[in-house]
């Protein structure tokens, strides 16, 4: 059984190094793409990443800001562009809270030329969805969460494969412990690592509603997870990154810690 993270992006909103955080879930040839970073750029990294577009059936948007949401757009003249040529078979469906389902209307309309528009509500599907929704599939078994965010409204999820192994995503702020009972005790957690707390004078994360590796290092003890994935990060040491992540995450955890690069396969086992 083949279970995987294709990480196409990792980086967080202001990068030029690598691409903005998002990638896909892979369950036995069933993607799901999860956000959509911050521009045409997602369109490189899924051919990079050689998947073709009519394995990709599901997305999720996790909210509205610039680096998550804007790749929607092309993700969805893509794939409108292949029903048109009849290369893409059946439906594609999109899950979002409804602050980000008016957002994706609104770029769309404004954007997009009517024959692909024509697609939206035919053959793509914005699907609202609330808190503690829930969504299985073939491969995949999702509950989606509303993280409390003190800026933006935003949704995590967690997750369990085929093959019973669980895996949360918080989302891109700082934890909410009334959302516990939603990521403890996982096998893999997936929190962003804006910076290292070595360096938080330089890249402030705490005045971005942020988190440091460290911060992360210290919730994944916290929630008893077994595996950490450190993603949304800054860009100006990729070459170090995996080593230093590492390295500072590791003094407060305990178990795996994960720190990828763009377009990196995590196995899931």
Not at 130 to 152: A, E, H, Q, R
Not at 165 to 180: H, Q, T, V, W
Request: aromatic share 12%; hydrophobic share 40%; charged share 20%.
């Amino acid at each position: 059984m083949c279970e995987q993270i294709v990480m196409l992006g990792t980086g967080s909103a202001m990068v030029t190094k690598c691409y903005n955080t998002c990638f896909l879930l892979n369950c036995n040839n069933e993607y799901f793409l999860v956000d959509a970073g911050g521009g045409n750029g997602i369109l490189s990294q899924i051919e990079k990443a050689k998947i073709e577009w009519n394995k990709i059936r599901n997305m999720f948007i996790t909210h509205s800001h610039t680096d998550h949401i804007i790749g929607t757009v092309w993700v969805i003249r893509q794939i409108s562009s292949l029903m048109l040529d009849n290369k893409y078979t059946g439906c594609f469906n999109i899950f979002c809270h409804d602050t980000a389902a008016n957002t994706i209307n609104s770029l769309c309309n404004l954007t997009l030329a009517s024959k692909f528009l024509k697609c939206i509500g035919k053959r793509i599907f914005i699907n609202v969805i609330n808190d503690g929704n829930t969504l299985v599939t073939d491969n995949f078994s999702f509950t989606f969460f509303d993280i409390l965010s003190d800026k933006t409204k935003q949704f995590g999820f967690n997750v369990k494969f085929k093959s019973g192994i669980s895996l949360a995503c918080i989302g891109d702020e700082p934890f909410n412990e009334k959302c516990r009972n939603y990521v403890e005790n996982k096998d893999y957690l997936m929190c962003e690592a804006f910076c290292l707390y070595s360096d938080r004078n330089i890249f402030k994360p705490y005045e971005k509603f942020h988190s440091t590796a460290l911060d992360a290092g210290k919730l994944a003890q916290t929630l008893n997870v077994k595996n950490i994935i450190l993603y949304h990060t800054e860009d100006s040491n990729l070459n170090t990154r995996k080593q230093n992540y590492t390295a500072e995450a590791g003094t407060v955890y305990f178990g795996n810690i994960i720190v990828p690069d763009d377009l990196e396969i995590i196995n899931i086992e």
